[in-house]
Nanobody
Framework: QVQLVESGGGLVQPGGSLNLSCTASGSLASVAKLGWYRQIPGRQREWVGDVTSDGEPAYATAAKGRFTVSRDNAKNMVYLIKNTLEPEDTAVYYC?????????????WGQGTQVTVSS
């Protein structure tokens, strides 16, 4: 079992910075990836990016160059950063963990944190 808790959401003005944190706990030895999804109102949940236990990041095409996902293995945390927020970035952001045990993959989710970009 893996538990994920996001923090850092809230109301942000356009042009402001996004800096979300996610703390993982539980059976962490099997966690292969930590990353982020988001769900924009009226749209399906979409992948933003993730990072492997080796520190290798990967991003959705639309997110590449706009978002940064980083991971601190010592703290069991993953971060999501964007320097310049836009109103269309308003969404619920979810932390995601993928575990691999004997070749079997399982997905875990945080509760989500609301990010609202508005003046």
């Amino acid at each position: 079992q893996v538990q994920l808790v996001e923090s850092g959401g809230g109301l942000v003005q356009p042009g402001g910075s996004l800096n979300l944190s996610c703390t993982a706990s539980g059976s962490l030895a099997s966690v292969a990836k930590l990353g982020w999804y988001r769900q924009i109102p009226g749209r399906q949940r979409e992948w933003v990016g993730d990072v492997t236990s080796d520190g290798e990041p990967a991003y959705a095409t639309a997110a590449k160059g706009r978002f940064t996902v980083s991971r601190d293995n010592a703290k069991n945390m993953v971060y999501l950063i964007k320097n310049t927020l836009e109103p269309e970035d308003t969404a619920v952001y979810y932390c995601n963990a993928i575990t691999v045990i004997s070749g079997n993959y399982k997905w875990y989710w945080g509760q989500g944190t609301q990010v609202t970009v508005s003046s």
